[in-house]
Each structure stands twice: as structure tokens, then as C-alpha cells.
């Protein structure tokens, strides 16, 4: 796992993995836009923060961000995941636990939990990881989104 901001290289290629995954409405349809969103989110310490893990040949084979918040709805109590995603062609494979608990020993060190809003299937991978539902409700967009909560042991940021 490396910071996204030591390969700076790669953000256009995680924008690009974000966009064709969720660039459809209710979400930002312009590639720019997400492109744009991922070289924001590339901070080295604080947040926003995101790494991103690379394959056998140098290629992204996902990311994560950790932000001080996600939704509007819940821009209280930081930090929350953003932007997790694993290339499709490796799902299953473990790179997006290895990339939750990477994000999660970092917030450990300052935050006593950790969220996450999502929907779908994606809802059922962070139960298996050890966060709990808390709330299902619906956006301003229209979307709906289940929020999920998982505690924090405090341990020593890994940058």
C-alpha cells in the first residue's frame, strides 16, 4: 500500500477507476470531475488522505480515501471511507480488506471509530470487516445510502 500522494502518477488512473464505476447519476458524470476529486483527496498526513495499492506491474489496483466526511447528511463526527474500490478483475482477491485495515490503522491513531456510507453489495463487505449498521436513509440526491460504523483500537499512524 502507498500513499497516493508519492505516486502522483497514478491519481489520473484512480479517477479513472472511480468514474467508471459510480460517474452516473446521482453521481458527478464528468471524468474531470472525479480525476479532480482524487488529486484532492491525495493529502500526505490529515485528511483528506487516500492509498492506493498497485499490481505486479505497476498498475492501480485500488484505492481508498479517509475524509472528514462523505455525505452532507453526516459531516458530524470524522473520519469517514471514501472512494473505495478495487479493479473489478481482482475483486475477492483480499486488496480491498488489506486496503480498509491500511485506512483504519491510520485513523486509529486520532479517532476512536471510524464510517462509511454505501449501498448495495458493498454493505455486506464492510459487515464482514467488522462494522455494524447504524442508519439507512435517503440523500439529498435521491440515493440511498446505508451508514456503517466499525470502533477503532489507538495505534500509531504507519506514514
Known amino acids: 500500500m502507498h500513499l497516493l500522494a508519492d505516486l502522483p502518477d497514478v491519481i489520473e488512473p484512480v479517477g479513472d ?12 458524470v464528468a471524468r474531470s470531475w472525479w480525476i479532480g ?5 491525495a493529502g500526505r498526513a490529515g485528511l483528506p488522505v487516500t492509498w492506493v495499492a498497485v499490481d505486479a506491474h505497476g498498475q492501480v489496483a485500488g484505492a481508498v480515501g479517509l475524509g472528514e466526511y462523505d455525505i452532507e447528511e453526516r459531516r458530524g463526527e ?3 471511507i471514501m472512494g473505495m474500490i478495487v479493479r ?7 486488496i480491498g480488506r488489506r486496503l480498509l485495515a ?3 490503522d491510520y485513523a486509529a491513531a486520532a479517532h476512536p471509530r471510524v464510517w462509511v456510507a454505501n449501498e448495495g453489495p458493498a454493505v455486506g463487505f464492510y459487515q464482514r470487516c467488522g462494522y455494524r449498521v447504524t442508519e439507512t436513509l435517503r440523500l439529498a440526491n435521491g440515493a440511498q445510502a446505508t451508514v456503517l460504523v466499525k470502533p477503532l483500537a489507538h495505534a500509531s499512524p504507519l506514514i
Open 102 to 104: 491500511r485506512v483504519e
Open 78 to 80: 470524522p473520519p469517514w
Open 17 to 28: 477507476l472511480r468514474w467508471r464505476e459510480w460517474g452516473r447519476p446521482p453521481e458527478p
Open 37 to 41: 476529486m482524487t488529486r484532492h483527496e
Open 88 to 94: 473489478s478483475d481482482l475483486r475477492g482477491h483480499g
